[in-house]
Nanobody, 120 residues
Framework: QVQVVESGGGLVQAGGSLRLSCAAS????????MGWYRQAPGKQRELVTT???????NYADSVKGRFAISRDNAKHTVHLQMNSLKPEDTAVYYC??????????????WGRGTQVTVSS
């Protein structure tokens, strides 16, 4: 089983910054996609940003210019630098990792989430 663990959430004032990290472990042969999603209270989980193995990225319009995703392929980690945070960024942030294992099976693994709270 490929496991995913997030870290780095917390409480920050509006305008501040936070950096989230995510580490994948297990029988990983390849990683096709790494990304961050978030879910605010009473709302559906939504895409924040993703990055492919070739380095292409995709951002939700609401975070463009404020958030930046980066990955370390060798360490199977992905980071989310969040700047100019707004109260509406408050949510549980989930890391998602997709790829193939050494057993030639595909995986689509999620972390348990990390809380980000932005106070006004």
């Amino acid at each position: 089983q490929v496991q995913v663990v997030e870290s780095g959430g917390g409480l920050v004032q509006a305008g501040g910054s936070l950096r989230l990290s995510c580490a994948a472990s297990g029988p990983i042969f390849s990683i096709r996609l790494m990304g961050w999603y978030r879910q605010a209270p009473g709302k559906q989980r939504e895409l924040v940003t993703t990055t492919t193995g070739s380095g292409s990225t995709n951002y939700a319009d609401s975070v463009k210019g404020r958030f930046a995703i980066s990955r370390d392929n060798a360490k199977h980690t992905v980071h989310l630098q969040m700047n100019s945070l707004k109260p509406e960024d408050t949510a549980v942030y989930y890391c998602n990792v997709r790829g193939s294992t050494y057993y030639t099976t595909d995986y689509d693994s999620w972390g348990r989430g990390t809380q980000v709270t932005v106070s006004s």
